[in-house]
């Protein structure tokens, strides 16, 4: 007889008694840990806060870092200059745990150790800030606890310090009565990260996503929005007229060589770290922007195109880059966003399509010349800037291919893993989220994720009776800024 149990009126299926238990003694260790961080860290501010003397809330909406308000996308594009120089170091830290639904693979090993467990998997340091009144950016350094698996018997999760999100800027503003031109250089390590809307994929939503969720970084999913695959080395120009306009042009290629310090903790070459390898460009990949953004009383609304051509090279079993043929990716999407912040009440929405064209001149990686498909879509409301809730709904569809699409639930003391019994990336999930703002720099979150389709089907999509369901996890977060 199965049993549920309820958070936050969300259902959770557990599979007995003694699991509700496990479950319940997990939340409370969880909250142990998130009682620590709101004792420790409630009166500190980020630094973007303590430069410019204003509250999470004008930067961010509903206080929802990091999505931004017309304030915070000024400040970014101005290049995080606005204020006065002062502390330039923060940190984040993320606590959380995970269930779910079905955590044994077609061989009855555990897909994710983690699950039922309350952790800290990463913790982040930030550099950031104005150097100049022309120059300033940000730098992340995170480290990942659960980063990769080494090839002890079991295999034992390592972790990693590596370069996240950057982004470095030069900026010139001019500004009159009849015009506001802003004209910018970036250096960044991630497509999108310079982005100031949330509805491109660098910052979009989830925010944050569980490290121990069973399909958590196995979605199918365009170039453009999984990024290269580990940082990238960029450098582009950039133009905002009138506070309407916005057009970019970037160019990236691998991090390394004078481009290392945008990609510390990656290298090549060894099997044992395959969590992080680096990956190789052939030549320089262009990635283009533009939008048009409009402004009126308490809502402001954004359309815009958005785009990028990549040839990247295989790796062998070694993970060293096999220079020779490329695997060529060619994205092409429109995305909008729309906003209302008005005091008690904001609401935001978010919506991208992308279309993605695959040839593969390996022929290791694909089968055939594929397309990818993907949409996304997403609505906030938030209240008094501490209560609040998302939905999100992604769909991905694209052509079959016998040697592309990999479950990648991965049985950890087994060599193999099941395939998609359908070869297709098709995949529908929805994912709803609550969450609190106790403080404007602590988030805490609920958020479901909800599979009605995977890999090509709602029902034994990897040919070993695994559903799409199956899939499923609740996902409980606390997430500070400090």
Known sequence: MRQYSSISGIRLLLPSEKARNQFQNTLFLFLTCLSFFVTNHAQALPTFARQTGQSCVACHAGGQFPELTPYGRIFKLTGYTIGTQGNPFSGLVLAEVTQNKNNIDSATGTIVTQNNTPIIPTGSVFIAGKLTDNIGGFAQITYNVYDHQDTASPPQWRGRLVSDNTDLRYVNRSLDSNNDLILGITVNNNPSVQDVWNSSPGWNFPYVSSSGGGTAYSLPKPILERGFGSPAAGVGGYVFWNKSLYAEITGYQTANGFWKFLSQGYKMGSAAEAGSPLVYSQGISP???????????????????????????????????????????NDKGIDGQYQYLLEPHTFTSQVRYVRETINDDTAQAYANSDTLNSIFTKVTYVYRNQYGANIAYRKITGSSDSGAYPTLLQNPTASSYSTSARNSPNTKLWTPEVFWLPLQNLRIGLQYNLYTEYLGAASNYDGYKRNASDNNSAYLYAWVAF
């Open 287 to 329: 990635y283009a922007r533009v939008a048009y953004s409009h402004e009126w009383k308490d809502q402001n609304a954004m359309i815009g195109l958005i785009g990028m051509n990549a040839n990247i090279y295989p790796v062998d079993s070694n993970n060293l880059p096999a220079f020779g043929p490329v695997v060529h990716y």
